[in-house]
């Protein structure tokens, strides 16, 4: 089950323009959501997210609860930041670090420009291998943080935030995902969540693409391995349905409701509690 939880903290982090939006004012926000799966509740997770004039910043730290506590101390934390253009988004740098036990492992990402990217493990068990995956198919790449701000930044700014397609790299694969945007709907309020009333449905659905990237002391395998539990539907796709809304006050648009399937259950993931500030 440990393996579960890069997963499940993937699809907590995952929910992923238009020409010359109004100027918004900066935002931020800290936010606490429950992971649910197959009914249980097994992840908690803080986030927070601040938009400003010309950069972002957005940060997610998930640890293991309840039953799944028992068996494992799982913890993951994620930092992205970058600059933003309008409703656009260009990450500069992104770091994930996973820790299980007494295993502690760390993954950055460096934007250089171009599609290059500079990606570091540590810690590596093998000498640092050159970029593999051609420039050309990462230059407009984000990662997986990045890719939810590219959305929330274009709500932000009042362009239009669920449309087309989107390169998402995690140092390891690169995915295509598709937006479709669900318009606006009436979410009822659940009782494990704090949100119910009005919000922008997205759906994103992931293809992998590449799956060897050659990067630190990744092994190499040509097969794309499971980012999130593919659909009955399309046995290719990894499908993610987001609901989008500002909890209130001066707060901006959060994911306030994420579901997705996974090989251990159906995962619904509920925004507990929100505050402004992001730190």
């Known amino acids: 089950m440990p393996r579960a939880f890069p997963t499940l903290a993937a699809a907590a982090s995952l929910a ?7 100027l918004a004012a900066d935002a931020q926000a800290r936010m606490t959501y429950d992971v649910y799966v197959g009914g249980l509740r097994m992840l908690e997770v803080e986030s927070g997210l601040a938009l400003g004039a010309d950069r972002y910043d957005v940060d997610l730290s998930a640890h293991v609860v309840g039953i799944a506590a028992a068996f494992s101390d799982w913890r993951s934390n994620v930092r992205s930041s970058g600059a933003v253009d309008g409703p656009r988004v260009q990450p500069a740098r992104n770091v994930v670090q996973r820790i299980n036990g007494d295993s502690d492992k760390t993954t950055t990402i460096t934007f250089l420009g171009g599609g290059k990217m500079d990606v570091e493990i540590v810690p590596s068990t093998k000498p640092k291998r050159e970029q593999a995956i051609p420039p050309q198919q990462l230059v407009h790449a984000l990662d997986p943080m990045s890719g939810v701000v590219s959305i929330l930044q274009a709500m932000h700014v009042g362009a239009a935030a669920c449309t087309g397609q989107v390169p998402v790299f ?38 992998p693409m590449v799956g060897d990237f050659n990067f630190g002391d990744e092994r190499r395998n040509a097969k794309p391995t499971e980012y999130l539990q593919r659909t009955s539907r399309a046995p290719d796709q990894r499908v993610i349905t987001t609901w989008l809304a500002s909890p209130g006050g001066n707060l901006p648009a959060v994911p306030v409701r994420i579901e997705s399937e996974s090989p251990w259950g159906r995962v619904i993931v509920h925004l507990r509690a929100v505050a402004a500030g992001a730190s």
Do not use: H, N
Request: with cysteine; hydrophobic share 35%.
């Open 16 to 22: 992923l323009t238009a020409t010359a939006p109004a």
């Open 170 to 207: 995690d140092g390891r694969r690169l995915y295509r995902a598709d937006l479709a945007d669900g318009g606006t709907v009436m979410l009822d309020k659940a009782e494990q969540g704090m949100y119910g009333g009005q919000a922008q449905r997205c759906t994103i659905s992931l293809t």
